[in-house]
């Protein structure tokens, strides 16, 4: 009964048992691809520590900062703020729109003077705290009501419509994706699904001749149509293809990869980290990463059936889809499985912005499993 009562206020749980509820099956394989990545940026900046490995651990250094904060915070604070950090999130991506920085085609960074951040990254954490917030607390009968569903409609919505306009479609599906899955989660009629995915369709001539840029619908021309134009639209993934495959069953050797280190493969640090790995370690290689990526996944899907609380089991819900959505349309990209969009290899690919907002993600999910036993109120008391 001690036991319980401890239990079911946070406040009076020390720092020692809420170690001793660590859930360091989630904490290994985290670090494990971490430390990939590392071991593969320096291949690709030829050897050396510069430009992307010390960069990119120096990131995770902070990224571990915005870990611990995370999962050892109260969680009631999270609960309160939730929607906070969505708003935040939604604001910078408005920002971006007027004021934000062009890169690569692109007008999706905001300079913040000392970093360059994505709020397009950090909007998919703040939405998957949102939702869990929005639903938490419904029971059965209010989750079968199309009208709940409306809130959580326009959260998605807006952000989305800026990130199409940035452009970055791939982030935009992203979106789609985690917040369908979270309605599928909580119970949402099964119907309004179909009734989507006809109006889905119905839109598609407009989105394709109105809402999609030239270089967009190349892509998905090249997607359908790998040969017909390699040196153009079918560039990127023509050599991700050459490079994944030639790396055979066991990959050329560490530093060893030729399209990757003559510079043949486009974003090998970025989006296409995961082509590099493939060239230089082959499929054995590609293998392992994938297998830690499915032990993250079930990791996080047991510890949302374990969480007794439901804010707790939508953020582990909500960030297990996410990170999902994050490797499978990367990898299913550079193998040519999907269309080329802008989607970062999740705690691989160069870059601050993914990484802090996983990290973070990952330590909410720590926070709700430390915090699983713990019965909260829809005012986080």
């Known amino acids: 009964m001690a ?19 660590f859930s360091w099956g989630m904490f290994v394989p985290m670090c494990m691809v971490l430390t990939i ?25 902070l990224g571990f900062g ?25 604001i910078m991506i408005i920002l971006v729109t007027f004021v934000g920085h062009t890169g690569m085609g692109a007008q999706r960074w905001l300079n913040l003077g ?16 949102a939702l869990a917030r929005y639903f938490a607390w419904f029971n059965s009968v209010e989750l079968g009501q199309f009208k709940n569903y ?18 970055d479609l791939g982030t935009a599906l992203s979106l789609g994706m985690i917040t369908v899955g979270v309605f599928y989660i909580v119970g949402a009629n099964k119907k309004w699904f179909i009734i989507a995915a006809i109006l889905g369709c119905m839109a598609a001539p407009v989105v394709w001749y109105g809402g999609l840029h030239d270089y967009q619908r190349g892509r998905i021309i090249t997607f359908i149509n790998p040969d017909s134009d390699i040196q153009g639209a079918g560039y990127q993934i023509n050599q991700a293809k050459i490079a994944f495959g030639s790396g055979g069953m066991t990959g050329k050797g560490y530093m060893q990869g030729s399209q990757s280190q003559q510079s043949f493969l486009p974003e090998k640090q970025t989006d296409f980290i995961f082509t590099m790995l493939g060239e230089e370690f082959g499929f054995i290689g590609a293998f392992i990463l994938l297998m830690i990526y499915t032990w993250i996944v079930v990791v996080l899907f047991w510890c949302a059936k374990l969480c007794r609380n439901r804010f707790g089991q939508l953020i582990c819900f909500g960030f297990m889809l996410n990170f999902f959505v994050y490797y499978f349309i990367n990898i299913s990209m550079v193998l040519g499985l999907l269309p080329t969009v802008g989607v970062p290899l999740p705690l691989m690919s160069f870059g601050g912005s993914s990484l802090l907002s996983l990290m973070f993600g990952f330590g909410l999910c720590q926070n709700a499993y430390i915090h699983k036993d713990q019965q909260l109120s829809a005012k986080g008391s």
């Open 3 to 21: 036991r319980q009562t401890r239990v079911s206020n946070a406040n009076m749980m020390t720092f020692h048992e809420k170690l001793s509820r």
């Open 37 to 61: 990545s590392i071991v593969v940026l320096y291949s690709a900046g030829g050897g050396n520590w510069k430009p992307f490995a010390l960069s990119q651990l120096m990131k995770i250094v």
């Open 66 to 90: 915005v870990f611990f904060i995370a999962a050892f915070s109260n969680i009631k604070t999270w609960v309160k703020s939730a929607y906070l950090i969505y708003a935040i999130a939604l």
């Open 114 to 129: 000392f970093i360059h951040v994505q709020p397009s990254e950090l909007i998919k954490i703040g939405l998957v705290v």
């Open 150 to 167: 409306l809130i959580p409609g326009l959260m998605l919505l807006i952000p989305f419509g800026l990130i199409v306009a940035q452009p």
